[in-house]
């Protein structure tokens, strides 16, 4: 699912406020990583990553690998944040209601 530009900056504005619920570090991006970020998307399908200095990997790169693995889209990347969407499946949360 590609997102369109409108729909990419009110995700940018939405993820502006979060703080990082997940962090990168040396061992990059690994099967812990990815079930935690799986986990947190469907519950709030709007997740902001930081990757620490000691990673091997740069924000672009962790993030696209990170989507990539987790089959979401990359909203947004910031020097060493970035911010990753995906539909959640489940029916008992509040989803976003893109425009």
Known sequence: ???TGAQVKQLRSMAHHLNPAIIIGKSDVNEGTVEQT???LE?????????LDGS?????EA???LAERCHAEVVQVIGRKFSLYRES?????EKIKLV
């Open 56 to 60: 091997s990997l740069s924000a672009r």
């Open 43 to 51: 519950k709030h399908e709007l997740v902001k990553c930081s990757v």
């Open 89 to 93: 499946s489940r029916k008992d949360i």
């Open 1 to 3: 699912m590609a997102l």
């Open 63 to 65: 993030a696209e690998e």
């Open 38 to 40: 799986v986990a947190y």
